[in-house]
């Protein structure tokens, strides 16, 4: 079983930044592309941005440009560096693996995913 534990969410202003981070304790994630998804109220868990094993990396159309996705493989862990917030961009942050390699152009499908963290929630009001 694999755990992915998220943390760093918390309010936000507009035009502010947050740091998110993943831990995947007991879980060499090395070898695996690692991806962000994200959940607002009322709407459907969406991908927001993927890294894989080789460093590649994939964004959301609505993040680029916006968030900044990295890995620290000796610390078994992603963050995602979210610049610039928008009101839309509060919800639900989740880490996911697919236990793929890399990130491929399904990387924001949510049914390819295996393990999910438990998410962290982001609020973003002025």
């Known amino acids: 079983q694999v755990q992915l534990v998220e943390s760093g969410g918390g309010l936000v202003r507009p035009g502010g930044s947050l740091r998110l981070s993943c831990e995947a304790p007991?879980?060499?994630?090395?070898?695996?592309?690692l991806m962000w998804f994200r959940q607002a109220p009322g709407s459907e868990r969406e991908g927001i941005s993927c890294i894989s094993s080789t460093l590649g990396t994939g964004y959301a159309y609505s993040v680029r440009d916006r968030f900044t996705i990295s890995r620290d493989n000796p610390q078994k862990s992603i963050d995602l560096q979210m610049t610039r917030v928008k009101f839309e961009d509060a919800g639900v942050y989740y880490c996911?693996?697919?236990?793929?390699?890399?990130?491929?152009?399904?990387?924001?499908?949510?049914?390819?995913?295996?393990?999910w963290g438990e998410g962290t929630l982001v609020t973003v009001s002025s």
């Open positions: 007991g879980f060499t994630p090395d070898y695996y592309a």
């Open positions: 996911a693996t697919a236990m793929k390699r890399f990130c491929g152009d399904t990387w924001s499908l949510k049914d390819n995913i295996r393990f």
